[in-house]
């Protein structure tokens, strides 16, 4: 059975250096966010590089297991053939883990959304509807494919405040979108704004959680379909 771990004399939210993640999530939410920030280290050897890869690739077998509230350290580090105290070296806790794969999720959406409104626009497209449409499909695309990660991350079991995060970074993608129509002289109003970030959010968490990659694939397309109809494109022009 997984336990929650933590050596002794490192209580939980304790940081031993520079912090890269402030006590609250974003500067007017005011949430507190309870995390372990990992020291920033110099140049790492190869063997601390695979050590920190294991931990992580272990860390996510174990939350998308059991869930971030009965992963312990000590499971951790058992899967990944590593020690507490080299986990501590990498990271300061489960919680700093339990971000990283966040981070490294969010760098893959963040890619691979540029990537295909590149891809897009090479092929002549400018209508900044169908550039937005063409991002947000790349968006739930790596949802669909990440599911488990993607899923244990819209049910919200993780750190106090996470959740907050979590949302917040799905609608600052969103709002940078609507400074790029406002940038394209088709600026997004208001209100058009608000619904395309409560879809999304609630697209990427559904889509995260449906029970196979078919009917996460279904729900994605009727969703882009509703947004088309929404900012006066095609169904076939959003695919």
Known sequence: MYQVGQP??????????????DDTCCDDCGAVMTTDQALPVGKATDRGTSTRGALIAAAREVFTLVGYAQAGVS???TLAGASVGSLYHHFSGKADLYLTLFEELSREHTERTRAAVRQSRGAGVTDPMQLFLTGARAYLDVCIEQRQLAGM???GDGPPGFEI???QRLADWVRKNAEFFARSGEPLDEAAAVVMTGA???????????????AA???????LAVLARLGGTGPDEAA
């Open 217 to 223: 694939r279904q729900l994605a397309d009727g969703v």
């Open 153 to 155: 991350f819209a049910r």
């Open 165 to 167: 995060l979590w949302r």
């Open 200 to 214: 999304m959010m609630l697209a990427v968490a559904e889509v995260s959680l449906a029970s196979d990659t078919d």
């Open 75 to 77: 499971d951790i580090v």
């Open 8 to 21: 002794a004399g490192r209580p939980y939210g304790h940081r031993t250096g520079t912090r890269a993640y």
